[in-house]
């Protein structure tokens, strides 16, 4: 339980120390949902500033309470008058060139999760998710649930789930600062009571108390009457504005045009939007502190380490396997172990320490159950456990262990598969591609079995030689890559697991397939190290020639270049550091097609993501998607990480300047599109339009970004995994609450088309096999038209508490073969006991406050035609891909 009655000094002398340097800080730039609002409001501080700056501030109040073991500790005047970047805190803390990417990454989730609360139908227009509507007492019982449920699913390790709680929680308590007048009361610190429940909010303005004169302007300075009542705007017309009180205001705001015109928000800079504008500054500053509040009691509750995990306050990556455990893996297991072994004891202690740990075993019939922890010797002892035991024959249920490990794999982590079997549960390959791409994962598959091989293991059937297909589309699909070898070299092979957990990039080939007689070409800067190329195939020869013109073969041992190794058709070359800067050369004479990988750890690498612009409504920003749509205009988010990297501290930041997209396997350019920059050149933040022609149909593309460093030297990154053009958009959203045991619960899924008819298919599965039914199971869409569908989930009794349930829904078109399905995943958590009769109720009012335009549950299918697109901007209807309502009966804290 937290606290229910805590003043702010509870927060100890480090944070107070921690506000005061805020109040140095420059704002890096709603307050508007994220960076692209400042398009309509230059200046103002959105939500997206707000939530990364108060994790910054408590992320370095963690690190000087917590000295990094075996260097010196930070000092707080070091970082005085100075913006704070994820960057130079992890530099400062970790050493030099320690990544922040799964940080940044974190972050990122948590500002779109909040972000959203401004598009998503479940949350525009509820006055409750925004402290609209004077439904102050109700906004922060929302607030504080949100609060207490981001502590259950972190407490679960389902920290993608608390992040999206944690967006939304920030949201409403950053809108508690813009939408009511405690900046107008003269208050100078956050409001006392609004994160604990049990103290009630005082002087609150009730129903027939006048709050606003009317105002004829944008602008309406004094429009709040005398009076020391807390009250706030309404907005639009549910609820409608009662006579004599405050509109939230704005140009779209409805309510705003009925006495007493105008309005009090203090959203942006921007008077069209903000009445109250002149007051922005210090709402936002005041939203920033109390965000740093809700932030250190999330620390407080959660842990230090329990804190680190939830926002991924670490270089270090994951570690998962998925292991076949038939009778013929005995070398395959024990090289996972020794590998497991000797990760966990090299990097105990460390920063680059494993923070998280999953084993899935499979077989056949059988697979799992998924083991999660974050302690490296629970980690070590089940595995130690495992053993290579009947069965025996071909095929396994691999793809289905692989789905598993990928629901409680964190992002941005590497999955390794080890097996010598081909996938019994091929029908699996295109959701298991889709949720690699979903989860930012890369699988590697470790095969100790020749696909030409004809003897080994017995097989109930003749199994086809391209049976391994799945595995190789699944591979390309998340950046990872299919190893065959033997089980004489697995132990060798598999010391590419101890690399890939060191944060490696893969470095763009050209052409990114051997093509005979033509040598692949790659770049290398002076923010490369460890480089590594890989050659596996039937290879009879291979050289690398560096821009000197100085080659190295393929014989074993110590080169002119680096260290070869050989493992039967397997070849490992460690590059010598430091590498000549320029571009590099790989020729390889084989049998057949080789693949070739060149990777090497740096600092400098970026995430990115989609979104579609939201620019005409209250709340102007950039809608995030997980990939593309096919039709729909969409701007491509690249976020660069390590720029403090440089070769000495005086160059200037290191800056790309366009994004080269290919087709995916080949390599064919598709097109350049120039990367502009979005705010200060410092947060790495760029955006691109993606153009029409790669949207004008579904299929995969792949990402390279091109720039120079601080001296001139080119650099080249590209995306670790391709990205996929979506033949639809599918939004699969939740119920008002965790699952409970026992209970059913329900759905609602839309579908729409911007690209023209769509004649689809719809399956639906869950993992873990619970009973899933559809009212809808096949659509036919025009362009611009949209369907809504409704689906219900029976938990049953036995379900655990804190388990993870996956929702999956796959569109297929039935008239066009090579258009990919496109997927919509929803993640759930079942916790707690099940109630007598009915589903957990919501800790909100359930009083008529909201009507949303978008359809409620339907027992039938509902086609609305024509503006499914429609220019897209501010149409009511848009949805949430893959949204969660968890809102639970919590008392308090």
Not at 295 to 303: E, I, N
Not at 582 to 591: D, L, R
Not at 869 to 887: D, E, F
Request: net charge negative; hydrophobic share 40%.
């Amino acid at each position: 339980m937290l606290p229910t009655d805590e003043p702010l000094s509870h927060l100890g002398p480090s944070l107070l120390l921690l506000l005061q340097l805020q109040l140095l800080l420059p704002p890096a730039s709603a307050f508007f949902p994220n960076i692209w609002s400042l398009l309509a409001a230059p200046g103002s501080i959105t939500h997206q500033d707000l939530t990364e700056e108060a994790a910054l501030n408590v992320t370095l109040q963690l690190f000087l309470e917590q000295p990094p073991p075996g260097r010196p500790p930070l000092r707080l005047e070091d970082f005085l008058g100075r913006t704070l970047l994820a960057d130079n805190l992890f530099a400062a803390y970790f050493g030099p060139g320690s990544p922040s990417r799964r940080f940044r990454a974190a972050l990122g989730e948590v500002s779109r999760a909040n972000a959203a609360q401004d598009f998503l139908p479940t949350s525009r227009n509820d006055p409750d998710l925004h402290f609209d509507a004077e439904r102050l007492g109700q906004g922060r019982t929302r607030l504080v649930g949100a609060l207490g449920e981001t502590v259950v699913a972190a407490r679960a390790l389902d920290h993608t789930l608390a992040r999206q709680r944690l967006g939304a929680a920030l949201h409403a308590l950053q809108d508690f600062y813009s939408h009511s007048n405690w900046v107008e009361l003269g208050k100078q610190q956050p409001h006392p009571h609004l994160l604990w429940p049990r103290q009630g909010l005082q002087n609150l303005a009730q129903v027939g108390d006048p709050t606003c004169s009317d105002c004829d302007e944008w602008s309406c300075p004094g429009n709040l009457l005398g009076f020391t009542l807390l009250t706030s705007g309404y907005f639009g017309t549910h609820p409608s504005k009662p006579p004599g009180k405050c509109s939230h205001g704005g140009h779209f705001d409805q309510s705003s045009s009925q006495p007493p015109r105008g309005g009090i928000n203090k959203d942006s800079t921007s008077p069209g939007f903000s009445p109250h504008h002149m007051l922005h500054l210090q709402a936002a500053n005041l939203a920033l502190l109390a965000s740093i509040q809700a932030f250190s009691l999330l620390r407080s509750r959660l842990g230090d380490r329990g804190f680190s995990r939830l926002l991924d306050i670490t270089p270090a990556s994951s570690l998962s396997f998925v292991l076949d455990t038939t009778g013929s893996m005995g070398e395959e297991i024990n090289a996972a172990k020794i590998q497991a072994r000797h990760i966990v004891e090299q990097r105990r202690g460390g920063p680059m320490e494993p923070t998280h740990y999953v084993l899935v075993p499979f077989h056949d019939p059988g697979f799992g159950p998924v083991f999660t922890t974050s302690d490296p010797d629970s980690f070590w002892q089940q595995l130690n456990e495992i053993h290579a035991l009947g069965g025996g024959d071909e095929p396994e249920m691999c793809l289905s262990a692989l789905e598993l490990a990928l629901l409680h794999t964190p992002p941005l982590s590497d999955i390794f598969v080890f097996t010598d079997a081909s996938p019994k549960d091929a029908f699996l390959t295109n959701r298991v591609e889709s949720l690699t791409q979903e989860r930012r994962c890369r699988v590697t598959f470790l095969v100790t079995e020749d696909p030409s091989r004809v003897q080994g293991r017995p097989r109930r059937e003749v199994l086809s030689p391209l049976r391994f297909e799945p595995y190789e589309a699944v591979a390309l699909a998340s950046g990872g890559e299919v190893i065959f070898t033997k089980d004489q070299y697995i132990q060798d092979v598999a010391a590419i697991v101890g690399d890939s957990v060191s944060d490696l990039v893969t470095l763009p080939l050209e052409p990114p397939v051997v093509v005979p007689e033509r040598p692949l070409v790659f770049s290398v800067d002076g923010l490369l190290r460890r480089v590594t190329v890989r050659i596996h195939g039937e290879v009879s020869s291979f050289w690398i020639r560096n821009p000197a013109g100085v080659s190295q073969g393929q014989e074993e041992g110590e080169g002119p270049l680096g260290h070869t190794r050989r493992f039967g058709q397997f070849w490992m070359v460690n590059m010598n550091d430091p590498l000549q800067t320029g571009t590099w050369e790989i020729q390889v004479t084989a049998k057949g097609t080789p693949r070739v990988r060149v990777q090497a750890q740096t600092s400098l690498d970026f995430l990115f993501h989609f979104g579609i612009p939201m620019e005409d409504g209250p709340h102007p920003g950039l809608y995030p998607l997980t990939q593309p749509v096919a039709g729909l205009q969409t701007q491509l988010l690249v976020e660069v990480t390590g720029l403090g990297s440089r070769g000495n501290p005086g160059d200037p930041l290191p800056h790309f300047s366009h994004v080269v997209l290919r087709g995916v396997p080949y390599g064919a350019e598709l097109g350049r599109v120039p990367l502009e920059p979005m705010g200060p050149r410092e947060r790495g933040l760029l955006a691109a339009s993606l153009p029409p022609a790669l949207l004008s149909t579904a299929g995969p593309f792949s990402l390279e970004l091109i720039g120079q460093d601080g001296v001139g030297q080119g650099l080249h990154r590209a995306a670790p995994q391709p990205c996929a053009v979506v033949p639809v958009l599918l939004e699969l959203s939740g119920p008002p609450g965790f699952l409970a045991p026992g209970t059913e619960a329900p759905l609602s899924l839309r579908i729409a088309s911007f690209s023209g008819p769509q004649d689809l298919d719809l399956r639906t599965s869950v993992n873990p096999s619970f009973a899933l039914t559809s009212n809808l199971s096949r659509v036919r869409l025009e362009q611009n038209e949209s369907a809504w569908g409704c689906l219900w989930l029976k938990v049953p009794d036995t379900a655990a508490s804190d388990s993870v349930v996956m929702v999956t829904v796959t569109a297929t078109d039935r008239e066009a073969s090579t258009v990919p399905p496109a997927h919509a995943f929803l993640r759930l958590l079942v916790w707690g006991p099940a109630p007598q009769d009915q589903l957990p109720a919501p800790v909100h009012s359930t009083d008529p406050v909201l009507t949303t335009t978008s359809p409620a549950f339907h027992l039938s299918t509902l086609v609305t035609p024509g503006r499914a697109g429609g220019g897209l901007v501010g149409n009511p209807w848009w949805g949430t891909v893959g949204a969660v309502l968890l809102l639970l009966g919590l008392a308090s804290w």
